[in-house]
């Protein structure tokens, strides 16, 4: 008797939206590896961009540069981090100064950090699930 094919689906840390991530790409899994690799490869600088922003206290460019990250978060199923890079960003907005933002800072700063980790996470697994599934 023949087994039938049980090719694994792959599965997305539960902090991913893998619904929406479904409705952007389908089940095209090397298409999101590369999205999540090119993701990666623009982190780190718009990251850094952000921290000189806040380091200058420059408010404004505060708010550039989350408004530049913020889409990368939803290319990746991150829609919650998303919407926190949104909120600092209107947060940024109003502020007379960094001063006035330090503590939202903080917290949007280590979420960043650790989303990074997340996507970096995933796409490892992503790459070791295409390499094994095509």
Known sequence: MLQPNSSKKFIFNEQI???????????????????????LS??????????????QGDVLSL????????????FVGLTRVQQLCREFEDICQK???????????????T???????LIAAEYTKLKDYNSNHL
């Open 17 to 39: 939206d893998s619904a929406y991530l479904h409705s952007l790409y389908d089940d095209d899994f090397q298409y999101i590896e590369e999205i999540f690799g090119t993701t």
């Open 63 to 74: 708010k550039k540069a989350v408004h530049k990250i913020k889409p990368t978060f939803g």
């Open 42 to 55: 623009h982190f780190d600088p718009d990251f850094e961009a952000l921290q000189q922003a806040y380091r």
């Open 95 to 109: 502020a007379a100064g960094t001063d006035d933002i330090s503590q939202q800072y903080q917290q949007i700063v």
């Open 111 to 117: 979420t960043l950090a650790a989303s990074r980790e």
